[in-house]
């Protein structure tokens, strides 16, 4: 069954350090998320993209963050400068029509010391 | 925005046990999902459920959308079931309830 991917698994940074994390949804898939979970709350939506632009974002989605999606598999979120309070599991989500099923992937979680 | 409220907030059950949580949400939603995170914090679809009622194994669910609100049941409760069950419900994109934390004991 096809899957939401996710790279890397974990990453630890420095404050102020710029950090990509990658996703590759599902190949048919038209539109993508990008969530967050600050430990022990609940899911954040961050921003969502569809056919090459972001539809909507979150207020937590400021200038710091920006998606991409570079070459037709890839869904990439850039945190330009981290901060402590970014730290937090991250995870990507696809859906082929808007309001089907979004699959999430297993995430990436930021540790910013 | 959409508001998602879930209860109850934490569930102790025994093995074997079953089970009703429920998600609340406080407008008409296009989609409502159903997750199991898991203790490695991956979000486990269970169900699409935007109306009626479906089952899968031992859990099911069920939503009124015109009532709205969404009932998820765990019946023969096993020690996998642990973990926090969230509900989501989808306008635009996917809000979330703050969560079931269950503990299914031996």
């Known amino acids: 069954e096809p899957e939401v991917t996710q790279t890397p698994s974990h990453q630890v940074t420095q404050m102020g350090q710029e950090v990509i994390l990658r996703c590759v949804p599902i190949?048919?898939?038209?539109?993508f998320y990008w969530y967050r979970q600050i430990l022990g709350q609940k899911v954040e939506f961050l921003v969502s993209f569809y056919n090459n632009e972001i539809s909507e974002k979150s207020e937590i989605f400021d200038d710091q963050f920006s998606v991409e999606r570079p070459d037709g598999s890839n869904f990439t979120l850039k945190i330009r400068s981290t901060k402590l309070e970014d730290s937090a599991m991250y995870f990507c989500a696809s859906v082929y029509p808007s309001a089907d099923t979004q699959y999430f992937g297993p995430g990436t979680r930021l540790t910013v010391l | 925005g959409i508001q998602v409220e879930q209860s109850p907030p934490d569930l102790i059950l025994q093995e074997g046990a079953n089970s009703t949580l429920r998600c609340n949400f406080s407008?008409?939603?296009?989609?409502l999902q159903w997750f199991h995170q898991n203790p490695w914090g991956q979000l486990i679809n269970l169900f699409y459920i935007p109306s009626g009622t479906k089952q899968n194994g031992r859990l099911s669910a069920t939503t009124v959308a015109t009532e709205r609100y969404s009932l998820l049941y765990i019946s023969s409760s096993q020690t996998t079931d642990s973990g926090v069950y969230f509900c989501?419900?989808?306008?635009?994109?996917?809000?979330f309830g703050a969560g079931t934390q269950v503990v299914v004991t031996p």
């Open positions: 407008d008409s939603v296009n989609n």
């Open positions: 989501a419900a989808f306008w635009g994109k996917l809000q």
């Open positions: 190949s048919n898939h038209l539109y």
